[in-house]
């Protein structure tokens, strides 16, 4: 299936409109990236602290790792497909195979063979490593898709419309289910075992329905890539736009990955309702993202992907930095801002989902060499650190804080201190990071004309 492109370089055919069934095929394999991009962010740190007895800077640290090692094996993993040739094309295959593997590999994540102790930490490092080398071989190819799915700026906006509708449909039920379920199974180990199943289950129906659904797309064909993985990552750093879009995805990841792992906490330690405030909190800020998708899409169209972006950040930013005052508001404010939180998090996944084909287009305009495998594996191993770092800081802050560890599947009693901890974690740390990344995106300039002038015939090589 692994074979080296011919050194001709041959055009890919134009691709604009897309059937309504290729968007939504393609969009189905967002079930498999939300759900694995959300429950281990939300559900993981907890786990580990509160059910394996875990400390919470060693927690934090068992859940950064294995998704640090994304950024080693993405680029390889975008490199591998972007030289594939199958009858399904370059991408689809790892659709199905990747997209399987992980599921299997989450459910084991929480499998656990050992109940407590530095065994069961031991463990679910090493199954979450293997979880996340899985999800590079799904995710990085999928992600390569809308560049060689459309040729048209606007029509990728549509695309990505679609996917982040799905993929907020996906966070919604992995997430506040995810307690849920975890309750429903007995809590502690026995209900994070029936999680780990409910995932697995959600991920298998992501990856085989992105690989139905997308059969009769356009494919694109193989053209020459740069002779090496190394020279690749040279001609990816060069292309500025692309620079400067994973710059401040890479950071706003953090931020939005510190909320995401805040939310047991903060419903437990914050507002003093361990039962049911992480369901809501969760339907509270990924809820909003399903209606205001349109009006995300509208914004695009008038003010550009760029500026539409900026708006949205600052959005979740502010409504972040507001719920620092949570525990004198009343419950329904708080679910409000977070809330507003949400809306603003869906318009930076649509436009920074929408923008990274575009700096993929400009490349292939630029050079006449199809390297979306080798963008799409620097971007989402830059994301997922981005994930897994967020998870990292907020468990880092909990330790300095004093945050008490337990191993009965329940949270302990906590000091004031470790209280301001979870509170800045999940408020202010996420707006700064949020806000502050935008700064990168000052001199991002790739706007549809530019797009358009790169186009024309190829330099020689």
Not at 229 to 256: H, M, S, Y
Not at 266 to 290: E, I, K, M, Q, S
Not at 297 to 310: C, T
Request: with cysteine.
């Amino acid at each position: 299936m692994d074979a080296p492109p011919p050194r001709a370089a041959d055009p890919v055919p134009p691709v604009t409109g897309l059937p309504r069934r290729v968007h939504a095929g393609y969009a189905l394999g967002s079930l498999a990236t939300g759900a694995f991009g959300t429950v281990p962010g939300l559900v993981l740190l907890p786990y580990l602290t509160d059910t394996l007895g875990v400390a919470a800077g060693l927690a934090a640290l068992l859940v950064l790792l294995p998704k640090a090692w994304d950024v080693l094996v993405n680029p390889v993993a975008g490199r591998i497909s972007d030289r594939t040739r199958s009858p399904w094309g370059a991408r689809r295959p790892y659709l199905l195979a990747g997209g399987l593997a992980l599921a299997v590999l989450f459910g084991a994540i929480f499998a656990a063979p050992f109940e407590a102790g530095p065994a069961a930490a031991g463990y679910v490092a090493v199954a979450f490593l293997l979880t996340a080398t899985a999800f590079a071989f799904f995710q990085v190819p999928y992600v390569a898709m809308p560049a060689e799915l459309t040729d048209d700026y606007a029509e990728r906006t549509r695309l990505m419309t679609w996917r982040v509708a799905v993929l907020a449909l996906a966070i919604l039920v992995s997430g506040a289910l995810a307690p849920v379920v975890v309750a429903a199974g007995g809590d502690g180990v026995a209900g994070h075992r029936w999680l780990g199943l409910f995932v697995a289950v959600l991920i298998v129906l992501g990856a085989v329905g992105a690989f139905l659904g997308t059969r009769s797309a356009p494919t694109g064909v193989v053209v020459a890539s740069e002779p090496s993985l190394r020279a690749q990552l040279a001609v990816a750093a060069a292309n500025r736009p692309f620079r400067l879009l994973l710059i401040c995805f890479v950071v706003q990841a953090a931020g939005i990955a510190t909320v995401l792992a805040g939310v047991s906490y903060f419903a437990t330690h914050v507002l003093r309702d361990p039962d049911t405030g992480a369901t809501l909190l969760f339907a509270c800020f990924v809820g909003p993202a399903l209606l205001v998708m349109p009006l995300w899409s509208r914004a695009g169209a008038r003010l550009g992907k760029p500026r539409a972006f900026g708006v949205a950040s600052l959005l979740f930013a502010a409504g972040a930095l507001a719920l620092v005052a949570a525990p004198v508001l009343p419950a329904p404010v708080v679910y409000l801002l977070v809330a507003l939180i949400g809306g603003g998090y869906a318009g930076q996944q649509v436009f920074g989902m929408a923008m990274l084909p575009d700096c993929i287009a400009y490349d292939t305009a630029r050079t006449g060499r199809r390297q979306a495998g080798v963008f799409t594996g620097i971007w989402t191993a830059g994301e997922t650190f981005g994930l897994a770092l967020g998870p990292g800081i907020y468990g880092l802050v909990l330790q300095l804080t004093g945050y008490v560890s337990s191993s009965t599947g329940h949270a302990a009693t906590q000091s004031s201190t470790a209280r301001t901890g979870v509170l800045i974690g999940f408020t202010v740390l996420p707006a700064l990071l949020v806000g502050l990344a935008l700064l990168a995106m000052r001199r991002y300039d790739l706007t549809p004309e530019r797009l358009a002038a790169a186009s024309g015939p190829a330099p020689a090589r």
